[in-house]
């Protein structure tokens, strides 16, 4: 297993390199460069990244994500050259040591929560927040203005502000849009992209979609066991891999999953994971909590021992933590809970080596 940290890079995250160095067991990132969906990312940038990681003492072989144009996942003529930038990109971060590529195929949202900072009231922190309940009041305009509103400044992945812009046009054109449609203009995109992954040994990661239902009658097709069967169906090849997200998987407690990542890890089919924990509260309702098992309805023990079991290799970040200690960090993205969460993983990690 390598441990790694999202990172924003050094304009956009608080968080200093050698901090996240200073975690116990950190070997390096799941990085970005800040371009938006559909661009061909420039090396030389790109290099300087690498290199200023590096100097921190720490690897860079996941990209988290190359974002996928819409044009793409809508299957219009103009995907061909957002295809084709892709492609380019692949190939650039290949030959810049990068091993695996996470991204989503989820039309329009990326991860939806209605409240950001929803006070625990065990311990008075707070995380990640989602009730139906307060969707079906807001519809998509109200909740992306929410969540702008409550991001306390910090661009939130996969909440671009391009890719919002033009929120009421991209959700008209998928109106009529089928899950079939969706996952043909998939397997377009995988047919085209995971033969220049083979070639230079990239691994395409796919996060599954969060929460794992379909959201405001949009088409969503990465939200269960079969659905991510029928995603490596699509185009079967070892570089056509799942980034196994236990907390966005997990938002459904239909799914199982340890059940999922010993699926898919017994496959070889698992690019990258990402380890946080739920807690339930009724049906379509659920916070973000501690990673500790008992903090919420996951166990990560038995998370953590399928990995060991299946997948031994992979690359784990904690994902998303609570706000805790005062910091004015990034929601989901703060030092401190998610330092904790690491810690924590890395101890389950020990206990199941030496037993
Ligand atoms: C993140 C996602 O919220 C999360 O679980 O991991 O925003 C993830 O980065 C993207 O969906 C990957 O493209
Ligand atoms: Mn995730």
Not at 41 to 53: C, N, R, S
Not at 59 to 72: A, G, P, T
Not at 149 to 172: H, I, M, N, Q, V
């Amino acid at each position: 297993m390598k441990m790694t940290f999202r990172w924003y890079g050094s304009k956009a995250d608080p968080i200093p390199l050698s901090y996240i160095r200073q975690i116990p067991g950190m070997t390096g990132l799941m990085g970005l460069l800040d371009k938006p969906a559909g661009a061909d990312w420039p090396e030389e940038e790109f290099k300087a990244l690498v290199k200023e990681v590096h100097l921190a003492g720490l690897e860079l072989e996941v990209i988290e994500s190359v974002n996928v144009h819409e044009d793409i996942k809508l299957g219009l003529p103009s995907r061909e050259e957002y295809i084709a930038n892709y492609i380019s990109t692949v190939r650039m971060l290949a030959r810049n040591g990068v091993k695996v590529i996470i991204y989503n195929f989820m039309p329009v949202f990326d991860w939806l929560r209605t409240d950001l900072a929803r006070i625990i009231p065990e311990d008075g922190s707070n995380s990640l927040y989602f009730d139906e309940k307060d969707l079906g009041e807001m519809g998509p305009l109200e909740i992306v203005r929410r969540t702008a509103e409550d991001s306390r400044g910090f661009t939130l992945p996969g909440w671009e502000p391009e890719r919002l812009a033009l929120l009421e046009t991209t959700l008209k054109q998928y109106e009529g849009m089928t899950t079939d449609d969706l996952r043909a203009n998939f397997k377009y995109f995988l047919d085209a992209v995971i033969p220049v992954c083979e070639e230079t040994g990239i691994r395409m990661a796919c996060h599954p979609d969060d929460p794992a239902w379909p959201i405001f009658g949009l088409p969503r097709i990465a939200h269960s066991i079969e659905d991510y069967d029928r995603i490596i169906a699509l185009h079967d090849s070892p570089a056509n891999t799942v980034c196994l997200c236990t907390g966005s998987l997990g938002s459904n407690p239909d799914n199982d999953v340890v059940r999922a990542i010993r699926h898919f890890g017994e496959m070889d089919r698992i690019g990258a994971m990402h380890v946080r924990n739920v807690k339930y509260l009724g049906h379509h309702h659920f916070r973000e909590s501690a990673h500790l098992s008992s903090s919420g309805d996951l166990d990560m023990y038995e998370i953590m021992r399928a990995i060991h079991d299946t997948c031994p290799d992979t690359y784990v970040r904690p994902d998303h933590g609570r706000m805790i200690w005062d910091e004015k960090g990034r929601p989901g993205y703060g030092l401190y809970d998610r330092a904790l969460g690491a810690a924590y993983l890395n101890g389950l990690w020990e206990a199941l080596e030496k037993s």
